[in-house]
């Protein structure tokens, strides 16, 4: 195997100090083996791998990705700024060309923490990726970025954030969401009016094995995001489609993760989830650092290995090419979507109810998208929880236009406290953030 | 009393020590083709017979085992090399001599695969005809489990074969450096060992029988029967007797830098709290990453010796050397030569100084007073500059706890020490430029002897307890035992004390230097769908490097 190696930057942050709870999934010992593996293979001493610190996260850095209530501080500890902080360190790397790619290896995850945070929901407080993303925007000046999420469970946070950003697209590939946690992530969630095709979801049948996914890298991701031509590309490295996950269900090996990260080609990829802690991690682990680094990998393979047991079944084979192709289909007419979508509607809404389960917090949200064919459109957000917090929040997308940018300034200076806890004005172009 | 010997490649330093004081000492050049003459010679200039029925101890360091790397004079040896998945063995170093043979240990400690006899059977029988007596066998996660490299051990012994294991010589993972280090140890053995008999007969020519210890890498000492078998310690014992002189010859208690200002490098070292650091995974020795233990040393290529250049019109001093400064009859002008210019320090012929200076200026256009400042000024910027990094890497060195990310300890130096010929003239300009105050350590000239003479035993056990398994490995001691479900923190703490006593006493500790520091311990619960079943706790252990205690000096 020949290989071309790469300069790679691992943040590797395991918080052996932290858990959500005593015998929760996300816990202490999560990669206790992973490091083991890790140090032992001698990873670290390769001239090629560099292992980095990593930095604290700040309240201001959360505050541009976020809309945390009552304030981030009371939504964190330190456990979530360092790991969101371990993000940003991978990509500061990366941009200053200290490195060329960067595996942020820290806990605890993040691509299930939406727009509005009012908790925790699925692990996840904060959205790390999201945190790292407006962090580069602010501070390298690029504008368009691609996640790809390989967890297991649907993006939702990551793909809440930027929904209505057409800049950033997120490409989520994940156990079909009737079968497992959060449940979304259909191919018809498209993103918002103004973003239409920013959002791919990729839903995948129990039992899909390397074939299947490495059929959809192929065939859908990797063609869209030649199309998009993103400045760089993250990815959400969750580890939990391996066969030996103990809450999911799906047939993906450290094989093949090493694969798709070899040809997917991340500059940033940032773990999110995986929870078979001894059977998988360590050499999903490995596998991914290995392939980020140019080298070879082929003799990383988990002791039980055997491709012959966990083969996906011709039909799920079939589905899956079939659901490929009218993705592939959604995504060439995306322009035209907007005109039936959207019609003559000045603005347009949309109603959500969130269940944070790890924090036991229920929410109900009503967000309203100005119909804009200049930028990204001013969003606004009205949030109750049954915390008893009732919220809004006026938001101006990354790049925004003076129409959107004069009608959030006036939303937000008429409206008053009144029925809500706080008012929010984040300006994501400007990078100003407000409550009132 | 106690002897203390450095055996360097140029010189050999003794010391006579009585109660922390020098109360002899010598210097005389090596014979490398007679080490027992250049111990005799050197012996003779402090008395030795006359004070021999006083001495307590001999203590040697020697760059023995770092030459015979460093120069190859290093024996064939057969590897075999247990590796499971992972990195592939494409990667890794390795000799026609290397066998990648089937068996794996998983993270765990858990066999996966089972060693296939007549596999390591036909490799016994192509050691055999290659005449290879030297066999290192290192198995991934040995450290965890080490059943497989001791049955690999069994079907291969013979009368003739020395085995280095690699759990053997540190607990610490690290699979290719493991490797290093077993391939090390079994390849200076022989050379090792012709040394370890010229001791021996260099004691009976002096009709002593004293006990005689060898300084390792990090700073510790070990009686010489007992190393033997694990040569490699001794690798980088001059750089670690240099550091342990420092600590010797100064009352050291803060976070400090000490810099070793040699001939061709200065080597720097840092003490956190008075205790010299040790390197984090081990030593580096001509390009070989090891396991071994040793003290922290960055050295870089500025010396007394350096050649001085002139580039693009900037000045370079180092890392070249030729011979001595041209003051001592060599042929380039050197850093000494500009210190001797400059009036700082009464060596060798200022004439032939200042002609080797004279036609830097001359190019450069200006007088040799200026140059020969410029060139110091260079080489303390040079100095000081890696003494700034040196400190921003350790201070960055990633952690793995929310605690010690946040309240993690800073080395925040408040002096410098320095050592080394050049030392009078650098110190003060180095200090000025690094903001702490300098200290030149009395006897700077046999700091090496001095150190060796008065270091303690050192060593560090690895505990591993895991519950569920119900299993505790202490990979240094070749510990693998059964232990209750219900086994806690502090008894694997215990356990570890217990075995580290062992271990140094065996080493030649006295009983009075058993201080024990417990570096880093780990509990965690083991759940397994969601229910716990056991707990994995991690510990080690050290007696860290320092002085040995007032009561047996003697």
């Known amino acids: 195997m020949k290989n071309k190696t790469r300069k790679t930057g691992l943040i590797f942050f395991p918080a052996f100090d932290w858990a959500i709870s005593e015998t929760h999934p996300e816990r202490e010992e999560r990669l206790l083996y992973t490091q083991d593996q890790v140090l032992e293979e001698g990873l670290l001493d ?31 500890t330190q456990s979530h700024l360092i790991s969101a902080g371990g993000a940003i360190t991978a990509a500061q790397k990366v941009l200053t060309k200290e490195v060329d790619n960067a595996f942020a290896l820290v806990r605890p995850p993040g691509h299930h923490a939406m727009l509005v945070a009012h908790g925790a929901r699925g692990f996840c407080n904060i959205n790390i990726e999201a945190v790292m993303i407006e962090y580069i925007r602010k501070n390298f000046g690029i504008k368009k970025i691609a996640v790809v999420d390989t967890d297991c469970h649907h993006g939702d946070g990551t793909q809440d954030i930027y929904w209505n950003d057409p800049d950033v697209l997120c490409i989520s590939m994940h156990q079909d969401g009737h079968t497992l946690y959060p449940d979304t992530g259909f191919i018809n969630d498209f993103g918002g009016p103004n973003a239409l095709g920013a959002t791919i979801n990729i839903p995948l049948p129990p039992k899909t094995s390397d074939e299947g996914f490495l059929h959809v890298l192929d065939h859908v991701i990797l063609p869209i995001l030649d199309d998009f031509r993103p400045e760089i590309i993250i990815n959400s490295a969750g580890q939990d489609n391996h066969y030996s996950d103990p809450i999911t269900d799906m047939c993906f090996s450290a094989h093949g993760y090493a694969l798709l990260n070899e040809k997917l080609a991340p500059h940033i990829a940032v773990l999110e989830g995986g929870y078979s802690i001894e059977k998988a991690l360590p050499y999903v682990n490995v596998g991914i650092i290995l392939a980020m680094a140019g080298l070879d990998y082929s003799a990383v393979r988990e002791p039980d290995y055997d491709p012959d047991k966990i083969r996906q079944s011709m039909d799920i084979t079939r589905f899956i090419e079939s659901e490929s192709q009218e993705i592939i289909l959604m995504w060439n007419d995306r322009y035209n979507m907007k005109a039936k979508i959207v019609g003559s509607a000045g603005y347009v809404r949309r109603s959500k109810s969130i269940y944070y389960d790890t924090d036991g917090i229920r929410e109900k949200q009503m967000e309203t998208v100005r119909v804009c064919n200049d930028c990204g459109g001013l969003v606004m957000i009205e949030s109750a929880a049954d915390t008893g917090k009732k919220i809004f929040a006026v938001i101006l997308p990354g790049t925004c236009c003076p129409e959107c940018r004069r009608n959030g300034e006036m939303f937000f200076e008429r409206l008053s406290g009144g029925q809500y806890n706080h008012i929010y004005f984040q300006d994501r172009e400007k990078d100003v953030f407000i409550v009132k | 009393m106690i002897l203390g010997i450095d055996v360097g490649g140029t010189h050999t330093d003794a010391v006579l020590v009585e109660n922390y004081q020098v109360r002899k000492k010598a210097k005389v050049l090596t014979d490398n083709s007679n080490i027992m003459a250049s111990l ?87 050691f055999r005809n290659e005449n290879i007596q030297k066999i290192g066998i290192v198995g991934k996660f040995s450290t965890r489990n080490p059943q497989q490299e001791l049955s690999v051990a069994k079907i291969l012994r013979n009368n003739n074969r020395q085995f280095s294991l690699g759990h053997r010589l540190s607990g610490h993972l690290n699979f290719p450096r493991r490797i290093a280090t077993a391939y090390l140890n079994a390849a200076i053995d022989r050379i090792y060992n012709d040394f370890v008999r010229e001791v021996g007969l260099f004691l009976r020519e002096i009709g002593a029988n004293i006990p005689v210890y060898i300084l390792k890498a990090d700073g510790g000492t070990i009686l010489i029967d007992q190393s033997i078998s694990y040569p490699v310690q001794t690798i980088h014992s001059g750089p670690a007797a240099s550091i342990m002189g420092v600590l010797a010859t100064t009352a050291i208690k803060e976070d400090a830098v000490a810099l070793d200002i040699g001939g061709t490098t200065t080597d720097i070292s840092v003490f956190a709290d008075g205790a010299p650091l040790l390197e984090a995974s081990g030593v580096t020795i001509n390009g070989n990453k090891t396991l071994i233990r040793g003290l922290y040393t960055k050295s870089i290529g500025v010396g007394g010796d350096s050649i001085i250049c002139i580039k693009n019109g900037e000045i370079l001093v180092g890392p070249l050397r030729d011979g001595p400064a041209a003051a001592f009859g060599g042929t380039y ?77 800073t080395i925040r130096p408040q002096s410098v020490y320095v050592v080394g010929g050049p030392a009078a003239a650098m110190a003060p300009s180095v200090a000025r430029s690094l903001g702490y105050p300098y200290h030149i350590p009395e006897h700077s000239e046999v700091t090496n002897a001095l150190g060796a003479a008065l270091a303690r035993t050192t060593a560090e056990v690895t505990v591993l307890a895991d519950t569920e398994k119900e299993v505790l490995t202490i990979s240094e001691e070749g510990i693998f035992r059964k232990i209750p479900h219900t086994f806690s923190s502090a008894q694997a703490i215990e356990a570890g004390k217990e075995a580290l006593k062992q271990r140094v006493l065996r080493m030649g500790a006295s009983i009075d230097d058993l201080e024990m520091e417990v570096t880093e311990v780990q509990e965690f619960n083991m759940i397994r769908e969601f229910y716990t079943t056991g707990k994995n706790i991690r510990a080690k252990i050290q007696i860290k490097p320092g002085l040995i205690s007032a009561c047996n000096i003697g």
Do not use: W
């Open chain 1, 46 to 76: 390769l001239d090629n791998i560099r292992e980095f610190k990593p930095g604290i996260a700040t309240y201001e850095d959360i505050n541009r990705a976020h809309i945390c209530v009552p304030d981030a501080q009371s939504i964190t």
């Open chain 2, 40 to 126: 005799l010679a050197a012996s003779q200039n402090i008395s030795l017979q006359e004070n021999l029925k006083n001495i307590k101890r001999i203590v040697l360091s020697t760059t023995i085992s770092t030459n015979a790397i460093v120069q190859n004079k290093i024996d064939r040896v057969g590897m075999v090399l247990l590796s499971g998945p992972g990195l592939s063995p494409a990667t890794l170093k390795s000799s026609t001599d290397s066998f990648y043979v089937s068996g794996y240990i998983n993270h765990r400690g858990i066999e996966i695969k089972p060693v296939i006899e007549q596999e390591i059977k036909d490799t016994g029988e192509y």
């Open chain 2, 333 to 409: 002008p050197t850093l000494t030569d500009a210190i001797i210019v400059l009036g700082m320090a009464a060596l060798g012929n200022p004439q032939k100084a200042i002609a080797a200076i004279q036609p830097l200026a001359a190019q450069l256009k200006t007088d040799i007073i200026s140059l020969s400042q410029s060139i110091l000024d260079k080489a303390i910027a040079v100095i000081t500059s890696n003494v700034r990094k040196v400190l921003s890497a350790i201070n960055n060195q990633p952690v793995y706890t929310i605690h010690e990310l946040l309240e993690g300890k």
